[in-house]
């Protein structure tokens, strides 16, 4: 993968995280529904059920929980760590 292909969008590099299993592509919330993925100034898990609606921060449970990098610097980041060249 060149550098210029990598993530340029938050989403873009979550969807990135979760076809390599670091971040999850599907959450259960505390109440054991199925939670949809939201995209905005935060990105979370929520419920969608009406009696619930318990959101989850996409951190949460995974190495990013104390972190504020952004998903798309992490990603740029990884790939520059492991030393990949490509032309």
Do not use: D, H
Not at 19 to 28: C, D, F, G, K, W
Not at 30 to 49: Q, R, V
Request: glycine share 4%; with cysteine; net charge positive.
């Amino acid at each position: 993968m060149i550098f210029f292909n990598l993530p340029s969008s938050e989403k873009e590099a979550v969807y990135f995280l979760q076809e390599r299993r670091v971040l999850p592509s599907a959450r259960i919330c505390p109440n054991n529904y199925l939670a949809k993925l939201y995209f905005g100034k935060e990105i979370f898990w929520k419920c969608n059920i009406k009696k619930c609606q318990k959101k989850v921060n996409i951190r949460n449970g995974n190495w990013f929980a104390k972190s504020r990098i952004s998903f798309t610097t992490a990603v740029r980041f990884i790939y520059g760590w492991q030393g990949r060249t490509s032309a």
